[in-house]
Nanobody, 115 residues
Framework: QVQLVESGGGLVQAGGSLRLSCAASRTIFSFNAMGWYRQAPGKQRELVAVITSGGNRNYADSVKGRFTLSRDNAKNTIYLQMNSLKPEDTAVYYC?????????WGQGTQVTVSS
């Protein structure tokens, strides 16, 4: 069973920064892709950013230029650096990993941006 452990959420003022981390219990190269999703109250879960095993990155239009997804292969960890945060970024952020057969989710970490 794969575990994804997230950390780094919290409360920040608009314009501030946070960095989320997601540590996987096995090598991240075993996944086709890893990324971050978020879900705000009353809204559907949406993709924020994803990185493929080959290193290609995709971002939601709403976060392009502000968020950066990176990975540390040695630590089996991906990161989401979030800058210039806005109140509309407030959500629970979930780490996601996809293998050939399965999809895994972390427990979620709350990000709250105050205006």
């Amino acid at each position: 069973q794969v575990q994804l452990v997230e950390s780094g959420g919290g409360l920040v003022q608009a314009g501030g920064s946070l960095r989320l981390s997601c540590a996987a219990s096995r090598t991240i190269f075993s996944f086709n892709a890893m990324g971050w999703y978020r879900q705000a109250p009353g809204k559907q879960r949406e993709l924020v950013a994803v990185i493929t095993s080959g290193g290609n990155r995709n971002y939601a239009d709403s976060v392009k230029g502000r968020f950066t997804l990176s990975r540390d292969n040695a630590k089996n960890t991906i990161y989401l650096q979030m800058n210039s945060l806005k109140p509309e970024d407030t959500a629970v952020y979930y780490c996601n990993a996809e293998s050939v057969k399965f999809e895994y989710w972390g427990q979620g970490t709350q990000v709250t941006v105050s205006s």
